[in-house]
């Protein structure tokens, strides 16, 4: 089955600089890649995804970029604010609606002021 | 529009005790999804529905828990007996059955179980 590797574990960072999360799968044969932001004691909310058929998806200071021949993706958010600051899970799937999500083990984001 | 709904949101027991956790999807979601999300892990799905039938349950321990969910809309996870090991988040999850949502899922506010 699918297999989802996310690093690092943890980031700090300070207000204003870039955070990179990287993920890499092992199913070829997934096709969606979603993001989600879950902040403390809080349910996990989507922030971006991609299909494989793009290779870079932007969304004011966030952008996921999508490498399939290399199985991995990336999570990058520009010009980070405090309120960045939560735990970002990255997840693949099939794609086909109602296709199950197999989750990274997630990233903890602290972002400095 | 309403979100997922979940209860209780927390729930307190002793080992060997049984406790049940429902769920109410967003309207005309025709897909719920049961997640375990363990203190420092990504959620891992438990079960997954179609309307009322099961799509995937096989990282379901069938031996203490069940699923169901009945006329295809609210669903109720069971845990009997439960272990120290379940201590865990159980989040609720549900998406439309359409081309347009490439399985896009929105999660209920879990429900924190404690086994003591």
């Known amino acids: 089955g699918e297999n989802v590797e996310q690093h690092p574990s943890t980031l700090s960072v300070q207000e204003g600089d870039s955070a990179v999360i990287k993920c890499t799968y092992s199913?070829?044969?997934?096709?969606?890649f979603p993001w989600y932001k879950q902040e403390l004691g809080k349910r996990p909310q989507l922030i971006i995804d991609?299909?494989?058929?793009?290779g870079e998806k932007k969304d004011q200071r966030i952008a996921v970029t999508l490498n399939k021949t290399a199985k991995h993706f990336s999570l990058h958010i520009t010009e980070t604010q405090p309120e960045d600051s939560a735990v970002y899970f990255c997840?693949?799937?099939?794609?086909?609606?109602?296709?199950?999500?197999?989750f990274g083990a997630g990233t903890i984001l602290r972002v400095k002021s | 529009e309403a979100g997922v709904a979940q209860s209780p949101r927390y729930k307190i027991i002793e080992k060997r005790q049984s406790v049940a956790f429902w769920c109410n999807p967003i309207s005309g979601h025709a897909t719920l999804y049961w997640y375990q999300q363990i203190l420092g892990q990504g959620p891992k799905l438990l079960i997954q529905f179609q309307n009322n039938g099961v799509v995937d349950d096989s990282q379901l321990p069938k031996d203490r828990f069940s699923a169901e969910r009945l006329k295809g809309v609210d669903s109720t996870l069971k845990i009997q007996p439960a272990k120290l090991e379940d201590s865990a988040v159980y989040l609720c999850?549900?998406?439309?059955?359409?081309?347009?949502?490439?399985?896009?899922?929105?999660f209920g506010p879990g429900t924190r179980l404690t086994v003591l």
């Open positions: 199913d070829s044969a997934s096709n969606y």
């Open positions: 997840a693949a799937s099939r794609g086909e609606y109602g296709n199950k999500l197999v």
């Open positions: 991609i299909r494989s058929n793009v």
């Open positions: 999850a549900s998406s439309p059955w359409d081309s347009s949502s490439y399985n896009e899922q929105f």
